[in-house]
């Protein structure tokens, strides 16, 4: 596939105005908004490398995932309905997300690679992490292993 993930996006749109789906339009509708704001923040417009424009989406999923949880907390369920629909939409632009045993790995060759041996190197793991992990672990996640495995 040669298009960008922005031009599928924009493309899905389309199709899903065409469709009258009103969740998948409003919610691509809303990721390409995200994503133009990104572009056109700081000094000069720019166009997002395809890692920037998956970083954006993770984040939208992760507001939408957030959101979820505040409205079951609250007991609206009906709005939390919503946010999850969203979120299976924006889930579908993601690449497979990691599992325990595969973000262990991830960290622990972050570890072995950087030479850390306690949480003052902290940083440093995280940052050749987040390298590797690349849109498909939660963040949170992953500074929870690398905290699991420097700590002990």
Same mark, same amino acid.
């Given at each position: 596939?040669?298009?960008t993930l922005k031009?599928? $996006?924009?493309?899905? *749109?389309? %199709?899903?105005?065409?469709?009258? %789906?009103?969740?998948?339009?409003?919610?691509?509708?809303?990721?390409?908004?995200? $994503?133009?704001? &990104?572009?056109?923040?700081?000094?000069? +417009?720019?166009?997002?490398? &395809?890692?920037?424009? *998956? #970083? =954006?989406?993770? #984040? !939208?999923? #992760? #507001?939408?995932? &957030? +959101?979820?949880?505040?409205?079951?907390? +609250?007991?609206?369920?009906?709005?939390?309905?919503? !946010? %999850?629909?969203?979120?299976?939409?924006?889930?579908?632009?993601?690449p497979e997300q990691?599992?325990?045993?595969?973000?262990?790995?991830?960290?622990?060759?972050? $570890?072995?690679?950087?030479?850390?041996?306690?949480?003052?190197?902290?940083?440093?793991?995280?940052?050749?992490?987040?390298?590797?992990v690349a849109g498909? +672990? %939660?963040?949170?996640? =992953?500074?929870?292993?690398?905290?699991?495995?420097?700590?002990?």
């Amino acid at each position: 596939m040669t298009d960008t993930l922005k031009a599928t $996006i924009q493309h899905d *749109l389309h %199709d899903s105005m065409r469709q009258r %789906d009103q969740v998948r339009s409003s919610t691509l509708r809303m990721v390409l908004a995200a $994503i133009t704001t &990104e572009e056109v923040s700081g000094d000069t +417009a720019r166009t997002l490398s &395809e890692d920037e424009t *998956l #970083k =954006v989406v993770a #984040k !939208e999923a #992760k #507001k939408r995932r &957030e +959101a979820s949880t505040a409205y079951t907390d +609250a007991g609206r369920p009906e709005l939390a309905a919503k !946010e %999850d629909a969203e979120l299976e939409v924006l889930q579908g632009y993601l690449p497979e997300q990691l599992d325990d045993a595969a973000l262990a790995e991830v960290v622990d060759r972050a $570890i072995a690679s950087t030479g850390a041996t306690g949480m003052a190197q902290m940083g440093q793991v995280m940052k050749v992490a987040q390298g590797e992990v690349a849109g498909r +672990a %939660d963040g949170g996640a =992953v500074a929870a292993m690398v905290k699991a495995r420097l700590g002990s």
